[in-house]
């Protein structure tokens, strides 16, 4: 039984990692910014312990972390850091409050995460980081600049974390989604979503189970000797 935290977890493809990690067996604590009902349905649907954070604060984080620690009664095995924002609009017209609201939940608050748990599992000498990209992190995203910009960032993050944490038994891998049935793409109208599912070689938008499997694979002992890897789960769109 594994002791796992995730961010972002009460709705989407969040839930669906939480759902997934929880029907293994293993203890799981998810952290949720500001939706209470969400967060209580998917806790009383999986067993799963919420924590309110909101992950752009450092002090925030280092207070949700430990509270994982004493909820799964000892420190977590796996991190996912799924948590994210998006912000559509030209770049042009972008506000520096905009943009840091997706920078910092997107990018600072992985890395925050990253950073609070780091000294547990190198002690542990061993460890699973799972971050979730996207494929707008590799091939950018018109009208998404921001989002874009931070899912890139994920992607250098990870390569970092996993050369200078390998020598500590931790292993640190990236899934990056594709259209994805979830509220955030509920806002893309009918053509944009139409033509969005034809760019995609699979021909369908994938689900949160979707990526759910490809993160519990990256978390699971099969996994053991991969690190500093990205796995599209895009249905072919970033090939």
């Not at 997934?20 to 649907?45: I, Q």
């Not at 899912?151 to 390998?166: D, F, Q, V, W, Y």
Request: proline fraction near 3%; hydrophobic fraction near 45%.
């Amino acid at each position: 039984m594994n002791r796992v935290l995730i961010s972002g977890g009460s709705r989407g493809i969040g839930a669906a990692i939480v759902r997934a990690f929880a029907e293994r067996g293993d203890r799981v604590a998810f952290l949720y910014r500001d939706n209470h009902a969400a967060a209580n349905e998917t806790a009383l649907d999986t067993g799963a312990n919420a924590i309110r954070c909101d992950i752009s604060s450092p002090d925030g984080v280092r207070k949700a972390v430990k509270e994982a620690i004493e909820t799964l009664d000892g420190a977590p095995d796996i991190l996912v850091n799924n948590a994210g924002v998006s912000q559509i609009g030209l770049s042009r017209d972008m506000t520096d409050a905009e943009w840091r609201r997706v920078t910092d939940t997107n990018l600072s608050g992985a890395f925050y995460l990253c950073r609070e748990v780091q000294p547990y599992m190198i002690s542990a000498h061993s460890g699973r980081i799972v971050n979730i990209g996207s494929m707008w992190g590799k091939t950018g995203a018109s009208c998404e600049v921001a989002y874009s910009a931070t899912k890139a960032g994920i992607r250098g993050l990870t390569m970092a974390l996993a050369k200078e944490l390998g020598p500590s038994g931790i292993t640190v891998n990236c899934v990056e989604p594709g259209l994805i049935d979830t509220e955030m793409n509920k806002t893309l109208d009918g053509a944009a979503r139409a033509a969005l599912i034809d760019e995609t070689p699979l021909c369908r938008i994938g689900t949160p189970a979707d990526v759910a499997a490809a993160v519990l694979f990256f978390a699971s002992d099969a996994a053991s000797f991969i690190t500093g890897q990205i796995l599209g789960v895009d249905g072919g769109f970033a090939i």
